[in-house]
C-alpha cells in the first residue's frame, strides 16, 4: 500500500531554515517522479517543487527559486525540501506527492504545517 | 506560465442538484487536466484525469469535459459527500492549480 509521511513541520523564526522530508513506503520509491505542493492557511494549492528519478532534473515555482531546495535519497526511499531565509508567506501545510508514468498524481501524504513567526 | 482561472469561487447547491465547475487555460494544455477533491484537514484527492477519464474508484456522478481551453467538472446529482473545495490542475507544461471553487450548502 502506496504511503506518504511527510514530517519536520514545525514554528520558525523569519529568516530560518528548515528541511522538511518525506518518508515513503509501499513503492518503489527510486522509479517515481515526485512533488512537493504547499497550501496556505484558508488557500488554495501551489505546485511548489519537482524532482526527476534520479535527482538530477528539479524545477521549481517562481516564487520559491532561490530559496527552496528539493533532493531525494532513493537509498533511504526520503524526499526532502530545503528551505531558507522563511518568510511569512512561506506559512502554509506542505505535501509531498507522487507523479505515475501517466503523469498523475494519485497519491499525496497527509501534510505538514510549517508556521512561520516570530 | 500556464494560467488556470476557474469558476466560481464559490457554489452553493443543495442535494440532488447538478453542478458544473469551470477551468480556462491561458494556453492550449491538449488534455492534460486533472480534477481534485479537497476537505478540510485532508489531502487532495484525485477524481478526474486527462480531461475526463474518471479515476478508479469515483463515483460516476463525476464526470470532465474539455472544449479548446475550456475544462468542466460536473456533479450529475450532488450528494451530501460531495460538500467540498475543488481544484484543476493542469500538467502540460509544469503544473498549476486553479484557485478552487468550494461548493457549499444552500
Known amino acids: 500500500q502506496v504511503h506518504l509521511e511527510e514530517s519536520g513541520g514545525g514554528v520558525v523564526r523569519p529568516g530560518r531554515s528548515l528541511r522538511l522530508s518525506c518518508a515513503a513506503s509501499?513503492?518503489?520509491?527510486?522509479?517515481?517522479?515526485m512533488h512537493w505542493v504547499r497550501q496556505a492557511p484558508g488557500k488554495g494549492l501551489e505546485w511548489v517543487a519537482f524532482?526527476?528519478?534520479?535527482?538530477?532534473?528539479?524545477y521549481y515555482a517562481d516564487s520559491v527559486k532561490g530559496r527552496f531546495t528539493i533532493s531525494r535519497d532513493n537509498s533511504n526511499n526520503t524526499l526532502y525540501l530545503h528551505i531558507n531565509s522563511l518568510r511569512g508567506d512561506d506559512t502554509a501545510v506542505y505535501y509531498c506527492?507522487?507523479?505515475?508514468?501517466?503523469?498523475?498524481?494519485?497519491?499525496w501524504g497527509q501534510g505538514t504545517l510549517v508556521t512561520v513567526s516570530s | 506560465d500556464i494560467q488556470m482561472t476557474q469558476s466560481p469561487s464559490t457554489l452553493s447547491a443543495s442535494v440532488g442538484d447538478r453542478v458544473t465547475i469551470t477551468c480556462r487555460a491561458s494556453?492550449?494544455?491538449?488534455?492534460?487536466l486533472a480534477w481534485y477533491q479537497q476537505k478540510p484537514g485532508k489531502a487532495p484527492r484525485l477524481l478526474i484525469y486527462?480531461?475526463?477519464t474518471l479515476e478508479s474508484g469515483v463515483p460516476s456522478r463525476f464526470s470532465g469535459s474539455r472544449s479548446l481551453t475550456e475544462f468542466s467538472l460536473t456533479i450529475s446529482s450532488l450528494q451530501p459527500d460531495d460538500f467540498a473545495t475543488y481544484y484543476c490542475?493542469?500538467?502540460?507544461?509544469?503544473?498549476?492549480f486553479g484557485q478552487g471553487t468550494k461548493v457549499e450548502v444552500k
Open positions: 509501499g513503492f518503489s520509491f527510486s522509479t517515481y517522479l
Open positions: 506527492a507522487r507523479q505515475d508514468s501517466s503523469s498523475v498524481w494519485r497519491n
Open positions: 490542475q493542469q500538467y502540460d507544461n509544469l503544473w498549476t
Open positions: 524532482i526527476s528519478y534520479d535527482g538530477t532534473t528539479k
Open positions: 494556453q492550449t494544455i491538449s488534455n492534460w
Open positions: 486527462d480531461a475526463s
